[in-house]
């Protein structure tokens, strides 16, 4: 054999060793394979090559902005990996949650530019929100359209935490008021309003934890007074439904708003 083929073989038994390291990454993501589109298979495989993930198991919920899987991460525990859709006929939603936000800046509606911005929009609302002591699932990483972050729920089992409407509250009015008290402080500590909140973004786990973040405003936002009102009246509607006498959403609202007037 001369020193070429030699030179040759060596290549090809390389080529061959990584191929078959190539397959058995793959079979960490086979669950998702055939659902997700080859450039979000290959944001998958970042996360895995810097550590953040090391597998993606079931699904656990499939909406139309995105899809939220059970993953795992290096050391065996479960994260939450949202994965948005990166064609999506949400955009003029979008759109108005994010254009003058400071932090996102030369925003277009075009989804390949709009969706990244929208999942790290997501991901820096749960980084304030997390750093003001409200709960919500603590961010762990983001590249492009896939977010992953602290998973809310049994990590034993793998069962995630149900929302509250799909749990009997103890102690509902208790639990009203926590709630209002997290509204309260996203606007005074995390300087943030959600804007789509109610019983169907609230999971339970040991008490309230809020999620879907990502069209969560900054409190100078043009419209956050507006939001801020539109989720307080959510959730008084939603905690009258269980019996508890609340107060006025407009005045709970002037409430807090005079917090933020009276420093
Ligand atoms: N960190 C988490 N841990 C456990 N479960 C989660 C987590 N984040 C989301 N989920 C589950 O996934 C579902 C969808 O998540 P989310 O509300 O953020 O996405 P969405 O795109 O708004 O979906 P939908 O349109 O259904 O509201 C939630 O209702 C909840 O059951
Ligand atoms: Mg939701």
Not at 109 to 129: G, H, Q, V
Not at 130 to 136: L, N
Not at 214 to 220: I, K, N, P
Request: aromatic share 8%.
């Amino acid at each position: 054999m001369d020193k070429v083929e030699k030179k040759r073989r060596q290549i090809d038994s390389e080529l061959d060793r990584r191929k078959t390291k190539r397959r058995r990454d793959d079979d960490e993501f086979k669950v998702v394979e055939g659902v997700i589109d080859p450039p979000t298979l290959k944001i998958l495989y970042k996360l895995l090559n810097r550590g953040t993930i090391k597998a993606l198991h079931g699904a656990i919920s499939t909406g139309k902005e995105a899809n939220v899987y059970r993953g795992e991460d290096v050391e065996g525990n479960s994260v939450a990996v949202k994965i948005y859709r990166m064609s999506t006929a949400e955009t003029d939603f979008m759109f108005e949650y994010i254009v003058g936000d400071p932090r996102f800046r030369n925003v277009r509606r075009k989804s390949r530019t709009l969706i990244p911005k929208w999942a790290l929009k997501e991901y820096k609302n749960l980084k304030r929100y997390h750093e003001a002591s409200v709960k919500v699932p603590a961010p762990i990483d983001i590249e492009r359209n896939v977010l992953v972050m602290e998973f809310i729920g049994d990590h034993q089992t793998g069962l995630p935490a149900p929302l509250i409407r799909n749990i009997k509250i103890p102690s509902p009015v208790d639990i009203f008021n926590e709630i209002i008290e997290m509204i309260e402080n996203s606007f005074t500590k995390a300087g943030l309003v959600h804007a789509d909140l109610s019983e169907f973004n609230i999971l339970w786990h040991d008490g309230p934890v809020f999620i879907d973040v990502s069209q969560a405003v900054l409190t100078g936002h043009d419209n956050a007074k507006r939001y801020l009102f539109r989720d307080i009246q959510n959730i008084t509607q939603y905690f009258q439904k269980l019996d508890v006498e609340t107060e006025d959403p407009e005045v709970i609202t002037k409430h807090i708003l005079s917090l933020c007037e009276s420093e």
